[in-house]
């Protein structure tokens, strides 16, 4: 168990709809990163927040935000979702903002979304 | 072309077999290197990491960079049916990872 927990597990939606994914980081952990997987793109890096404060951005669509709040807690917002959107989205959380190896994250288990 | 690629396998090998998984990338800025091991239905973890061409050993792992070319590898040796795993090569610079999409690997008892 990594200790970041997401919710929910299995997601089942509709083209068009809006959808909330929830992450709480590990204890102690400032830094949450998003993180979508897919068959055909694999690993894609979403976005970043340290402390509440967007840090790093990725191949984030613009369909999508994300946010986290004073608690830490992290939210994935997907709207206007399109059948390409189903993937496995991870979060992952660390203690520092500043990525490097050295500096572990830990993933969750993921939340599965599927849009049909 | 991706900046990772990663062959997706699947590789099945019998217990004990060395097994070599491999990257190649494009974009010779890369400063770090790393190996993640996913099991099904899990997030991947950490196995390995390093800064420099060489070879790095931990174990029954050793990640291989050679800068040069490109390229990346992780062998396992004397593999082992928990070695079975989904296996995903990254690399990046300062925030910025990139991930392979993973060779999945199978090792039979």
């Known amino acids: 168990d990594s200790g970041v927990t997401q919710t929910p597990k299995h997601l089942i939606t509709a083209t068009g709809q809006r959808v909330t994914l929830r992450c709480s980081p590990r204890s102690g952990d400032l830094s949450v990163y998003w993180y979508q997987q897919s068959l055909d793109q694999g690993l894609q890096f979403l976005i970043q927040y340290y402390n509440g404060e967007e840090r790093a951005k990725g191949n984030i669509l613009e369909r999508f935000s994300a946010q986290q709040f004073p608690d830490l807690h992290s939210e994935l917002n997907l709207s206007s979702l399109e059948l390409g959107d189903s993937a496995l989205y991870f979060c992952?959380?660390?203690?520092?903002?500043?990525?490097?190896?050295?500096?572990?994250?830990?993933f969750g288990e993921g939340s599965w979304l599927t849009v049909v | 072309q991706k900046e990772v690629e990663q062959d997706p396998g699947p590789l099945s090998v019998p217990e004990g077999a060395i097994v070599s998984l491999n990257c190649t990338y494009s974009?010779?800025?890369?400063?770090?290197f790393m190996w993640y091991r996913q099991y099904s239905r899990k997030g991947p973890e950490l196995l390995m990491y390093t800064y420099s061409s060489g070879n790095k050993e931990d174990g029954r792992f050793t990640a291989q960079v050679d800068k040069s070319s490109k390229y990346i590898s992780l062998f396992i040796r004397d593999s082992q049916p928990s070695d079975s795993a989904t296996y995903l090569c990254a690399m990046g610079l300062e925030n910025d990872m990139r991930f392979g999409a993973g060779t999945r690997l199978t090792v039979k008892p």
């Open positions: 992952a959380s660390s203690s520092l903002g500043q990525f490097n190896p050295g500096n572990t994250i830990y």
């Open positions: 974009n010779s800025a890369f400063q770090y």
